[in-house]
């Protein structure tokens, strides 16, 4: 069976140009992974829909996005891009607290991660 995972992104600043390197992301896990990983970021639909500039649309975005991880529609977390804003912590939380396995993807990150995850693993 496929593995599910849940890829983690920034999205806020340059909208267009991050979606574009998500949606290169995840193609390049699903071909190369020859369909035995399908890495999901269910945040990009939302974005087709809502506007992540009106504060009550991004929170709405957020609300569905933490659905996945309520559910536990995913069996890792994978982090990409070269910072870790708000969502990203957001989505560390919460993938601490449904015990997600959290898997760092760029290394310029890593220390950053980690940091995060030890402020927020007793939660």
Known sequence: MPK???IS???????????????????????????EIIPIAPYIVALQYLDDSVTEERELGILAN??????KIMEETWFYGNKIGKGGE?????????????VCKNQTIKPRLEE??????GN
């Open 4 to 6: 599910v995972i849940y």
């Open 9 to 35: 992104h920034p999205v806020t600043e340059d909208v267009d140009r991050n979606i574009e390197k998500i949606l290169s992301i995840l193609k390049v896990i699903h071909t190369q992974s020859k369909g």
């Open 66 to 71: 933490e659905e996945h991880f309520v559910r």
């Open 90 to 102: 957001k989505e560390i939380k919460l993938s601490l607290k449904y015990k997600i396995p959290i």
């Open 116 to 121: 995060v995850i030890a402020i927020n693993s």
